[in-house]
T-cell receptor, first 112, second 114 residues
Framework: GENVEQHPSTLSVQEGDSAVIKCTYS??????FPWYKQELGKGPQLIID?????GEKKDQRIAVTLNKTAKHFSLHITETQPEDSAVYFC???????????FGSGTQLTVLP | DAGVIQSPRHEVTEMGQEVTLRCKPI?????LFWYRQTMMRGLELLIY????????DSGMPEDRFSAKMPNASFSTLKIQPSEPRDSAVYFC????????????FGPGTRLLVL
């Protein structure tokens, strides 16, 4: 089945700096890669996603890049703000397994 | 839309008791998922339904766990008998389709089995 690895597990940045979270996946049949943000006591919420026919996608301060050859994708947050502090999960949807597999999560802390 | 609704939000029970978690998906969504989140294992898919029919229950840990979806607007996840290792946050999610469609998560049920 699909295996998704996510790094780092914790990340602290100063307000205004950029944050990058990286994920790798194992199943070459995976074709959809969402990123979720989970705040304390809440369920994960989708913040951005990318499909396998696209290399990069941007939405305001958030961007995601995908390298299908290397089987890795990354989340980039620019101009970080304290409200960006949360746990971020990457995920990959495998067409063969037909399910979403999540990474282990990154606890992002934005220091004021 | 109110989003995915789960109840109860918190549940504390004693080992051996039956626990029932409830979920109301977003109206019109054909897929419903049950996940379990723990520090050790992260987010794991337990089971998912399509049009009220269970499609893949390979993530259900053992026979003590069962899930039903009697209609398009309601699903339950039951644990009988419960054990301390079942303590976790259980999430329900729903989506319009499988694959490249957003899964919308509920707020979760935090279960503690003593």
């Amino acid at each position: 089945g699909e295996n998704v690895e996510q790094h780092p597990s914790t990340l602290s940045v100063q307000e205004g700096d950029s944050a990058v979270i990286k994920c790798t996946y194992s199943d070459s049949a995976s074709n959809y890669f969402p990123w979720y943000k989970q705040e304390l006591g809440k369920g994960p919420q989708l913040i951005i996603d990318i499909r396998s026919n696209v290399g990069e996608k941007k939405d305001q301060r958030i961007a995601v890049t995908l390298n299908k050859t290397a089987k890795h994708f990354s989340l980039h947050i620019t101009e970080t703000q304290p409200e960006d502090s949360a746990v971020y999960f990457c995920a990959a949807f495998s067409g063969s397994a037909r399910q979403l597999t999540f990474g282990s999560g990154t606890q992002l802390t934005v220091l004021p | 839309d109110a989003g995915v609704i789960q109840s109860p939000r918190h549940e504390v029970t004693e080992m051996g008791q039956e626990v029932t978690l409830r979920c109301k998906p977003i109206s019109g969504h054909d897929y419903l998922f049950w996940y379990r989140q723990t520090m050790m294992r992260g987010l794991e898919l337990l089971i998912y339904f399509n049009n009220n029919v269970p499609i893949d229950d390979s993530g259900m840990p053992e026979d003590r766990f069962s899930a039903k979806m009697p209609n398009a607007s309601f699903s339950t996840l039951k644990i009988q008998p419960s054990e301390p290792r079942d303590s976790a946050v259980y999430f329900c999610a729903s989506s319009l389709a499988l694959g490249s469609q957003t899964q919308y998560f509920g707020p979760g049920t935090r279960l503690l089995v003593l």
